[in-house]
């Protein structure tokens, strides 16, 4: 749309579902459709058979997964210990909605994995919520890396690499590192007229150390005629 010069002024609302809203994501919905009155962003599994939790309505700068939605409860257990965390801590998320699936057909191995006989429904997902009840995204389980005797989330990294001004999109994994263990490591595509690789890379260490996160290495991967940058 923007690459074409397409306005399409009477849209008001749009939802997003299926994938984490970043604020960079948000900022590009809001530059294609001006006329927009609410963003929301809908967080749900296919077992879960209905929203798990949404953003309210009217936010154009949707923080997070939003709040819980009507009939669903939800729990935050630490990661080590499988105890309940409260607010700002990191633990996986449960949720129970009386929505859920009966069950995966003909695996009920796989069934009692993911729902306990209370009903509680693992998410595979690490989250945590605000003192206003409001939840926040971490990353998938298996996807955070272990770094030190921290647990970094890949997803937060690439969502601070992908708000740096050079780059038009990123992505991180863990690779083994002898000083950390496991060390985050960033696939960046930058933008055309950047600076060389080896002076963005050290801006963007410099930039993510800011954060208070660590960067092990950065990767350039070419531009290919990005049709937007």
């Not at 008001?12 to 590009?28: H, M, N």
């Not at 939605?69 to 009386?98: H, T």
Request: glycine content about 8%.
């Amino acid at each position: 749309m923007m690459r074409m010069g397409t306005k399409l002024p009477s849209v008001r609302k749009i939802s997003v579902a299926g994938t984490v809203l970043t604020e960079a994501f948000a900022e590009q919905i809001r530059a294609a459709f001006e006329g927009l009155r609410s963003i929301r962003n809908f967080y749900s599994l296919s077992e879960s058979c209905s929203a798990v939790c949404t953003t309210p309505y009217g936010e154009l700068k949707p923080k997070g997964l939003g709040f819980p939605a009507p009939n669903v409860e939800l729990k935050f257990l630490d990661l080590d210990s499988g105890k309940k965390v409260g607010p700002m801590q990191y633990g996986e998320l449960y949720f129970r909605i009386p929505s859920v699936m009966k069950g995966y057909y003909k695996n009920p191995e796989l069934t009692r994995e993911f729902i306990d006989s209370e009903g509680w429904c693992r998410s595979g997902d690490v989250a945590y919520y605000d003192e206003d009840g409001r939840v926040y995204f971490v990353d998938r389980l298996k996807d955070m890396i272990k770094c030190l005797d921290q647990q970094v989330s890949s997803f937060e990294l690439e969502s601070l690499l992908q708000s740096h001004g050079s780059v038009v999109d990123a992505a991180v994994i863990g690779v083994q590192d002898i000083k950390y263990g496991d060390a985050p490591a960033a696939f960046v595509v930058a933008k055309k007229g950047a600076r060389t690789p080896t002076e963005l890379a050290t801006e963007l260490k410099v930039f993510i150390a800011g954060e208070s996160r660590v960067l092990s290495v950065v990767y350039f991967i070419p531009l290919f005629n990005h049709p937007d940058h």
